[in-house]
């Protein structure tokens, strides 16, 4: 059975360990910290940085089993599901992480100390692990004061060590004038290589029974087509497993009929994603979408109807959302300053919505010939 795609952290440590691919060095460095820490009284706070998909919630899931596995002794675990929309305050952390011990733990919200003291003490001198998914989301939610009690007490405690993930970095841990600025090590997790992606197309062909695409994707054929296809989505892990669950041999190796369904598939999240923007920032990212590489704002104001002003401001936000990327060129007018989607996948999907089919590539990009 195919371990599952959006939801990870609800499969077994043996199922995971199966699915594990690309990752040993970085897993191998997290491992190596937890254990350390849960015997020598250091605390390293870790942040695993990288967009939906990309595996956060697996490889922590995985660095966890492994750590428990040699350690269990030394570590109490605490983790709240990915996506915990239970959080509003710094005690709705704290109970949030209590409640996976103790069903009465809301009983006590209007107790913080108690809450963080009832914590250490059904640690009993272990060390607490605090797991966080969306970390970004949770400082937002509790607030820089919240924050900062979090920061106060994991200081005090001397006992409490954090393990996060976010789909980017944020000015909660990367903001001088935040409680958390510097106090984590920043992982990032990049797109897995096409061999380690046909590992995992390979694997979940044959969950479903067919061999012929496990095996076709091994073949030197079967990698050109899936490095098609990564020109166009990337490598992360939850693409080669859609790639794993739609494709046959024939239509892998025709190419288009995969991309069709992939952004088939995908265009209902990145769709839900666009429409928490602002209408205005909206439509800077599907007008970027529509060209075929960088904007400057002016082009980009006058395609839209808006000032130049209005665009810069709004291109400013997606930026620091992650929307889009903000670059000088290297010939020409210095003083432009040039758009573009930060996704390529983003691009794909838009003009598909737009009933554009997805056009074959190469490895370069170059456009497949008929």
């Not at 709705?92 to 009983?107: G, I, N, Q």
């Not at 509790?142 to 005090?156: D, F, K, N, P, Y």
Request: proline letters at 5%; a negative charge; hydrophobic letters at 40%.
């Amino acid at each position: 059975m195919n371990a599952p795609l959006y939801t990870p952290g609800t499969a077994d440590a043996a199922g995971l360990e199966a699915r594990t691919v690309g990752r040993e060095a970085l897993l191998a460095r997290l491992v190596q910290r937890l254990r350390t820490a849960a015997t020598d009284g250091s605390r390293p706070h870790a942040l695993l940085v990288g967009p939906r998909g990309s595996g956060k919630t697996h490889t922590v899931r995985v660095a966890l089993n492994r750590t428990l596995a040699s350690h269990a002794d030394h570590v109490l675990p605490l983790i709240i599901p990915e996506d915990a929309l239970a959080i509003g305050s710094y005690a709705d952390l704290l109970v949030e992480l209590l409640r996976t011990r103790r069903a009465d733990a809301k009983d006590l919200r209007d107790d913080v100390v108690e809450l963080e003291r009832t914590i250490l003490d059904i640690a009993d001198g272990r060390m607490v692990l605090a797991v966080i998914e969306n970390l970004d989301r949770v400082f937002d939610a509790i607030g820089e004061a919240g924050q900062g009690s979090l920061r106060a007490w994991v200081e005090t405690s001397t006992a409490v060590t954090i393990f996060a993930t976010a789909p980017r970095l944020f000015p909660g841990v990367s903001s001088r004038s935040h409680p958390w600025y510097g106090s984590f090590i920043i992982e990032n997790l990049t797109d897995l290589s096409v061999a380690d992606g046909a590992r995992i197309v390979a694997a979940t062909a044959r969950d479903r029974g067919d061999d012929e695409l496990a095996d076709y994707v091994r073949s030197a054929d079967g990698t050109h087509r899936l490095s098609q296809i990564a020109a166009v989505t990337g490598g992360a892990p939850r693409i080669w497993r859609m790639v794993g669950d739609v494709a046959d041999h024939q239509g892998l190796a025709a190419v288009t009929p995969v991309l069709t369904a992939l952004l088939d598939r995908l265009t209902p999240l990145y769709q839900h994603r666009l429409w928490e923007l602002p209408p205005g920032e909206q439509r800077l990212v599907v007008e970027i979408a529509r060209g075929d590489g960088p904007r400057t704002v002016s082009d980009l104001a006058a395609a839209v109807g808006v000032s130049n002003q209005t665009a810069s401001a709004a291109l400013g936000r997606l930026v620091a959302a992650h929307w889009v990327t903000a670059a000088k060129s290297d010939t020409g007018d210095r003083r432009a300053t040039w758009y573009d989607l930060t996704e390529p996948l983003v691009r794909h999907i838009l003009r598909y919505r737009e009933g554009q089919p997805p056009a074959e590539t190469t490895v370069d990009g170059a456009k497949q010939p008929d």
